[in-house]
Protein backbone atom coordinates (compact mmCIF):
# COMPACT_ATOMS: atom_id res chain seq x y z
CA UNK A 1 0.00 0.00 0.00
CA UNK A 2 1.30 3.24 -0.91
CA UNK A 3 1.31 6.72 1.23
CA UNK A 4 -1.40 8.05 -0.77
CA UNK A 5 -3.73 4.63 -0.52
CA UNK A 6 -2.74 4.63 3.49
CA UNK A 7 -3.54 8.18 4.29
CA UNK A 8 -6.99 8.33 2.50
CA UNK A 9 -8.07 4.87 4.08
CA UNK A 10 -6.93 6.31 7.36
CA UNK A 11 -9.00 9.87 6.76
CA UNK A 12 -11.58 7.89 5.84
CA UNK A 13 -11.61 5.67 9.07
CA UNK A 14 -11.43 9.28 11.06
CA UNK A 15 -14.77 11.21 9.66
CA UNK A 16 -16.72 12.33 12.13
CA UNK A 17 -13.87 13.21 14.56
CA UNK A 18 -12.92 17.15 14.68
CA UNK A 19 -10.77 18.56 12.24
CA UNK A 20 -8.03 19.62 14.71
CA UNK A 21 -8.10 16.06 15.80
CA UNK A 22 -7.83 14.70 11.86
CA UNK A 23 -5.26 17.26 11.12
CA UNK A 24 -3.32 16.21 14.14
CA UNK A 25 -3.35 12.62 13.15
CA UNK A 26 -2.86 13.09 9.29
CA UNK A 27 0.51 15.18 9.90
CA UNK A 28 1.90 12.64 12.71
CA UNK A 29 1.17 9.86 9.53
CA UNK A 30 2.35 12.04 7.32
CA UNK A 31 5.42 13.04 9.16
CA UNK A 32 6.07 8.57 9.66
CA UNK A 33 6.08 8.74 6.02
CA UNK A 34 8.60 11.70 5.52
CA UNK A 35 11.32 10.21 7.75
CA UNK A 36 10.94 6.82 6.49
CA UNK A 37 11.88 8.27 3.08
CA UNK A 38 14.61 10.33 4.08
CA UNK A 39 16.02 7.09 6.14
CA UNK A 40 15.44 5.17 2.51
CA UNK A 41 12.75 3.12 2.99
CA UNK A 42 9.78 2.52 0.67
CA UNK A 43 6.23 4.02 0.95
CA UNK A 44 5.41 0.36 1.09
CA UNK A 45 7.38 -0.39 3.83
CA UNK A 46 6.19 2.35 6.07
CA UNK A 47 2.39 1.71 5.25
CA UNK A 48 3.56 -2.07 6.36
CA UNK A 49 4.95 -1.08 9.66
CA UNK A 50 2.40 1.37 10.45
CA UNK A 51 -0.45 -1.16 10.15
CA UNK A 52 -3.64 -1.44 8.71
CA UNK A 53 -5.30 1.87 8.54
CA UNK A 54 -8.72 0.95 9.17
CA UNK A 55 -7.53 -0.23 12.63
CA UNK A 56 -5.18 2.18 13.61
CA UNK A 57 -8.75 4.73 13.09
CA UNK A 58 -10.74 2.51 15.09
CA UNK A 59 -8.00 3.09 17.92
CA UNK A 60 -7.81 6.64 17.27
CA UNK A 61 -11.57 7.08 17.37
CA UNK A 62 -11.82 5.17 20.78
CA UNK A 63 -8.64 7.11 22.39
CA UNK A 64 -10.86 10.07 21.12
CA UNK A 65 -13.87 9.09 22.86
CA UNK A 66 -12.59 8.44 25.92
CA UNK A 67 -10.52 11.70 25.83
CA UNK A 68 -13.65 13.15 25.56
CA UNK A 69 -15.13 11.16 28.47
CA UNK A 70 -12.61 12.23 30.90
CA UNK A 71 -13.08 16.19 29.86
CA UNK A 72 -16.34 16.54 29.67
CA UNK A 73 -17.91 14.17 31.85
CA UNK A 74 -22.11 14.50 30.35
CA UNK A 75 -24.78 12.29 28.63
CA UNK A 76 -23.19 12.86 25.22
CA UNK A 77 -19.90 12.10 25.91
CA UNK A 78 -20.57 8.62 27.73
CA UNK A 79 -22.69 7.67 24.73
CA UNK A 80 -19.47 8.47 22.72
CA UNK A 81 -16.92 6.49 24.88
CA UNK A 82 -19.64 3.90 24.95
CA UNK A 83 -19.94 3.07 20.93
CA UNK A 84 -15.96 3.64 20.74
CA UNK A 85 -15.00 1.04 22.65
CA UNK A 86 -18.52 -1.24 21.18
CA UNK A 87 -16.28 0.25 17.31
CA UNK A 88 -12.91 -1.85 18.51
CA UNK A 89 -14.13 -5.20 17.03
CA UNK A 90 -16.49 -8.08 17.13
CA UNK A 91 -15.37 -9.56 20.47
CA UNK A 92 -15.97 -6.52 22.05
CA UNK A 93 -19.68 -6.38 21.15
CA UNK A 94 -19.68 -10.11 21.83
CA UNK A 95 -18.33 -9.78 25.49
CA UNK A 96 -19.76 -6.23 25.66
CA UNK A 97 -23.52 -6.06 24.42
CA UNK A 98 -24.69 -8.81 27.17
CA UNK A 99 -23.50 -6.98 29.61
CA UNK A 100 -24.55 -3.67 28.83
CA UNK A 101 -27.56 -3.68 27.68
CA UNK A 102 -29.17 -4.40 30.86
CA UNK A 103 -27.18 -2.16 33.07
CA UNK A 104 -28.09 0.83 30.74
CA UNK A 105 -31.58 -0.19 30.57
CA UNK A 106 -31.41 -0.94 34.72
CA UNK A 107 -29.80 2.76 35.03
CA UNK A 108 -32.23 3.98 32.78
CA UNK A 109 -34.93 2.61 34.47
CA UNK A 110 -33.41 4.14 37.71
CA UNK A 111 -33.08 7.58 35.83
CA UNK A 112 -37.46 7.11 34.79
CA UNK A 113 -38.13 6.47 38.21
CA UNK A 114 -36.44 9.23 40.20
CA UNK A 115 -37.92 11.54 37.58
CA UNK A 116 -41.37 10.07 38.82
CA UNK A 117 -40.90 10.04 42.00
CA UNK A 118 -39.48 13.51 42.10
CA UNK A 119 -42.66 14.58 40.18
CA UNK A 120 -45.45 12.72 42.00
CA UNK A 121 -43.87 14.38 44.95
CA UNK A 122 -44.02 18.13 43.60
CA UNK A 123 -47.72 17.51 42.88
CA UNK A 124 -48.51 15.77 46.07
CA UNK A 125 -46.99 19.21 47.73
CA UNK A 126 -48.75 21.56 45.35
CA UNK A 127 -51.94 19.89 45.13
CA UNK A 128 -51.98 18.00 48.33
CA UNK A 129 -53.62 20.12 50.29
CA UNK A 130 -55.76 21.39 47.94
CA UNK A 131 -57.15 18.10 46.90
CA UNK A 132 -58.37 17.16 50.30
CA UNK A 133 -56.02 14.47 50.97
CA UNK A 134 -56.05 15.04 54.15
CA UNK A 135 -56.45 17.27 57.01
CA UNK A 136 -52.80 17.39 58.41
CA UNK A 137 -51.65 20.00 55.72
CA UNK A 138 -48.22 20.46 57.05
CA UNK A 139 -47.90 16.51 56.78
CA UNK A 140 -49.01 16.59 53.11
CA UNK A 141 -46.44 18.83 51.92
CA UNK A 142 -43.80 17.33 53.72
CA UNK A 143 -44.50 14.01 52.63
CA UNK A 144 -44.68 15.45 49.29
CA UNK A 145 -41.11 16.98 50.08
CA UNK A 146 -39.52 13.56 51.54
CA UNK A 147 -40.69 11.74 48.00
CA UNK A 148 -39.22 15.13 46.08
CA UNK A 149 -36.19 14.31 48.12
CA UNK A 150 -36.51 10.98 47.47
CA UNK A 151 -36.10 10.77 43.82
CA UNK A 152 -33.35 13.54 43.56
CA UNK A 153 -31.33 10.97 45.91
CA UNK A 154 -32.17 8.13 43.62
CA UNK A 155 -31.39 10.49 40.46
CA UNK A 156 -27.71 11.63 42.09
CA UNK A 157 -26.80 7.63 42.82
CA UNK A 158 -27.95 6.40 39.26
CA UNK A 159 -25.77 9.00 38.01
CA UNK A 160 -22.91 8.34 40.39
CA UNK A 161 -23.52 4.73 39.23
CA UNK A 162 -23.70 5.68 35.11
CA UNK A 163 -20.37 7.35 35.99
CA UNK A 164 -18.60 4.45 37.35
CA UNK A 165 -20.08 2.01 35.05
CA UNK A 166 -18.78 4.47 31.64
CA UNK A 167 -15.33 4.89 33.38
CA UNK A 168 -15.19 1.02 34.10
CA UNK A 169 -15.66 0.81 30.36
CA UNK A 170 -13.09 3.28 29.65
CA UNK A 171 -10.76 0.69 31.68
CA UNK A 172 -11.98 -2.19 29.45
CA UNK A 173 -11.03 -0.50 26.43
CA UNK A 174 -7.65 1.10 27.37
CA UNK A 175 -7.07 -2.43 28.71
CA UNK A 176 -8.21 -4.00 25.90
CA UNK A 177 -5.96 -1.93 23.36
CA UNK A 178 -2.85 -2.25 25.66
CA UNK A 179 -3.39 -5.97 25.07
CA UNK A 180 -4.34 -6.66 22.00
CA UNK A 181 -2.08 -4.05 19.89
CA UNK A 182 1.16 -6.40 20.03
CA UNK A 183 -1.04 -9.42 19.38
CA UNK A 184 -2.11 -7.55 16.07
CA UNK A 185 0.81 -5.63 14.93
CA UNK A 186 2.87 -9.23 15.14
CA UNK A 187 0.14 -10.89 13.10
CA UNK A 188 0.49 -7.87 10.32
CA UNK A 189 3.88 -8.66 9.79
CA UNK A 190 3.65 -11.81 8.94
CA UNK A 191 3.04 -12.68 5.48
Given amino acids: MNRETFVEKLRTGLR????????????????HFSEGLQAGRTEDEIASALGDPARLARELRT????RRWELERNPSAAAGAIFAILGLGVIDIVILLPIL???????????????????GGAIIFVAGPFAGIGHYIAAVMFGGL?????????GALTGLVSIGFVNGLVWFGRLH???????????????
Fill in 16 to 31: GLPQTTVDEVMADYEA
Fill in 63 to 66: EAGI
Fill in 101 to 119: LPVAATLLGFMVASVGIFT
Fill in 146 to 154: SLMAGGVSL
Fill in 177 to 191: MRLLKPVLESSEVRP
